[in-house]
């Protein structure tokens, strides 16, 4: 019975999305016979476009795979489910639409939660490849040269060819202390690199808050380092660097916010803020509103959804934020997707903020995540989002302000951050 219900699943998951039915309107009958199902739709005619699913192809198959397959030690059912699930959401050809089975849906949630096992990437899909979105902070695959941007083409000596997103993640995390050898081509070049990566656990903090200082005269800015004595041409200036909106992004946030604000308001020689959006992946649109509204008035825009169900939905700062008086740059970078361009386009957008660097990632859609019982998780792509001034930047991003890239040459200045001080003081 237990294997019945599995299959069920993904009966009804085909439902919804085949059909579009709504359990609230219509009555479905949904019953077994000889482990087949068969499907009725009763007390409401079915929308227009609804076309009919005869799932006899996929039970033969099954039933074949099962009774002639030469090596019966790797059918394992579970796991043909969950491919065939996979395959059906693969067919939308939307990279962010996922089935993640239970240990991957695991994973995404510790993920945003903030501490996980692996090498501390976030990964996604772009012109058919496996690419690096971002490498988190301080993790392993920042010190091995993963960089934001890189295609991921194989994963211990095995091609990544043909496998999807999930395939891949489940690939290369693992428990603490394991190596993973990921082979990489970085951008703007052919040549593949192989790189050997310890996993560990990943604690992700979301926000690091300080003021600091540089040197600036009127061509452009040193900054200093944190032992560095501030000398001639000094400008004080406030750091906030935000990696991921996840489960504790708004609470770390809020911890640190009303001391910054407080310096800022008591020292007239702190000039702004630089906002650090680089290589953050995004997360939850919640957050990004809430971060938003921190520099934006009450009641200006923050972004717009638009569906195919509900139309266009603007949602707008609601809440006091206690920086909408002070000049801010902003920094994003080919790693900046999501939500963290949801924040950069509203700052934009609202003559808040300069975005200096490199252009984003381009992640223009929403998605939204359920859980399927048994640990498995869906998500889906519900909506696109769009800039106060009507942007949809999938698959071409933001562009920003001031363009500038990291000085390959010399990885331990920062000319990006740099710029940015030197822009706030205009």
């Known amino acids: 019975m237990g294997n019945?219900?599995?299959?069920?699943?993904?009966?009804?998951?085909?439902?919804?999305?085949?059909?579009?039915?709504?359990?609230?309107?219509?009555?479905?009958?949904?019953?077994?016979?000889?482990?087949?199902?068969?499907?009725?739709?009763?007390?409401?005619?079915?929308?227009?476009?609804?076309?009919?699913?005869?799932?006899?192809?996929?039970?033969t198959v099954w039933e074949k795979l099962l009774v002639n397959y030469y090596d019966k030690s790797k059918l394992?059912?579970?796991?043909?489910?969950?491919?065939?699930?996979?395959?059906?959401?693969?067919?939308?050809?939307d990279p962010f639409t996922l089935y993640l089975p239970p240990v991957l849906n695991n994973d995404f949630k510790q993920?945003?939660?903030?501490?996980?096992?692996?090498?501390?990437?976030?990964?996604?899909?772009?012109?058919?490849?496996?690419?690096?979105?971002?490498?988190?902070?301080?993790?392993?695959?920042?010190?091995?040269g993963i960089r934001a941007g890189d295609v991921i083409v194989g994963v211990n000596n095995e091609s990544t060819a043909g496998w999807n997103l999930s395939q891949t993640v489940e690939k290369i995390r693992g428990p603490k202390g394991t190596d993973v050898t990921v082979s990489v081509v970085h951008k703007d070049t052919t040549k593949k690199a192989d790189l050997k990566i310890t996993r560990d656990i990943i604690t992700v903090k979301s926000v690091v808050m300080d003021i600091r200082n540089a040197q600036c005269d009127d061509k452009n800015c040193k900054i200093l380092g944190k032992t560095e004595p501030c000398r001639e041409n000094c400008v004080k200036y406030t750091y906030m660097r935000l990696s991921q909106f996840g489960d504790n992004t708004n609470e770390e946030w809020l911890s640190l916010v009303k001391g910054i604000s407080d310096?800022?308001?008591?020292?007239?020689?702190?000039?702004?803020?630089?906002?650090?959006?680089?290589?953050?992946?995004?997360?939850?649109?919640?957050?990004?509103?809430?971060?938003?509204?921190?520099?934006?008035?009450?009641?200006?825009?923050?972004?717009?959804?638009?569906?195919?169900?509900?139309?266009?939905?603007?949602?707008?700062?609601?809440?006091?934020?206690?920086l909408t008086a002070v000049r801010i740059i902003v920094l994003i970078n080919k790693g900046s997707a999501s939500a963290s361009e949801i924040v950069s386009g509203a700052l934009r957008d609202n003559n808040r903020a300069k975005l200096v660097g490199e252009t984003?990632?381009?992640?223009?859609?929403?998605?939204?995540?359920?859980?399927l019982g048994d640990g498995a998780g869906v998500h889906?792509?519900?909506?696109?989002?769009?800039?106060?001034?009507g942007m949809w930047v999938n698959e071409k991003g933001l562009t920003p302000d001031v363009t500038i890239s990291l000085d390959e040459k010399d990885p331990a200045r920062d000319t990006q951050l740099e710029k940015g001080v030197f822009e706030l003081l205009k």
């Open 263 to 322: 310096k800022i308001k008591a020292d007239k020689d702190i000039k702004g803020v630089v906002l650090d959006l680089r290589n953050n992946p995004g997360g939850y649109l919640s957050d990004a509103t809430f971060i938003a509204s921190e520099f934006i008035d009450v009641g200006k825009p923050v972004v717009s959804e638009e569906n195919a169900v509900s139309g266009k939905k603007t949602t707008y700062a609601t809440r006091k934020g206690l």
């Open 380 to 389: 889906i792509t519900i909506a696109k989002w769009l800039t106060p001034n």
């Open 76 to 93: 394992d059912q579970q796991k043909m489910l969950n491919g065939a699930i996979s395959g059906m959401v693969d067919a939308l050809g």
């Open 111 to 144: 993920g945003l939660a903030g501490q996980f096992s692996g090498i501390g990437a976030e990964l996604g899909t772009k012109d058919k490849n496996i690419i690096v979105i971002a490498p988190l902070d301080g993790s392993p695959a920042q010190r091995a």
């Open 360 to 371: 984003s990632f381009g992640k223009g859609t929403i998605q939204a995540a359920e859980d």
């Open 4 to 59: 019945i219900r599995k299959l069920q699943i993904i009966v009804l998951i085909a439902i919804a999305f085949a059909g579009g039915y709504y359990f609230g309107v219509n009555k479905v009958n949904l019953e077994w016979q000889n482990y087949k199902p068969v499907l009725s739709v009763s007390s409401k005619e079915p929308p227009a476009g609804i076309i009919n699913v005869d799932f006899a192809p996929f039970w």
